[in-house]
Nanobody, 129 residues
């Protein structure tokens, strides 16, 4: 079992920055690839970013590429999502997720929510125009 707790969400103006964090507890954090997803009101949950077990491989949705950076600190059992140049369309609940991974790279399947075994409760990010 892995427990995930997100934090760092809030209200920010368009063009601003925010960093959300996800702290993991339970079994070995470095055994898991990690992903960030988001869900806006009345929309489906969508992939944002993913990172491999050691952080050497990452993937991003086209909508956030160049603006968001995913990283992890395995010593602190934490994954981060640094969000810059935020836009109103980035508004939503941001969820982190963990996938028990055997390889240290981000596969295409990392973009699918069904790939992940564990989820956090989410943190709200609101970007005002």
């Amino acid at each position: 079992q892995v427990q995930l707790v997100e934090s760092g969400g809030g209200l920010v103006q368009a063009g601003g920055s925010l960093r959300v964090s996800c702290a993991a507890s339970g079994r070995s954090f470095s055994d898991y690839s990690m992903g960030w997803f988001r869900q806006a009101p009345e929309k489906e949950r969508e992939f944002v970013a993913a990172i491999s077990r050691t952080g050497g491989s990452t993937a991003y949705a086209d909508s956030v590429k160049g603006r968001f950076t995913i990283s992890r600190d395995n010593a602190k059992n934490t994954v981060y999502l640094q969000m810059n140049s935020l836009k109103p369309e980035d508004t939503g609940v941001y969820y982190c997720a963990a996938d028990r991974a055997w390889a240290d790279y981000v596969a295409n399947s990392a973009r699918k929510s069904a790939t992940y075994d564990y989820w956090g409760q989410g943190t709200q990010v609101t970007v005002s125009s």
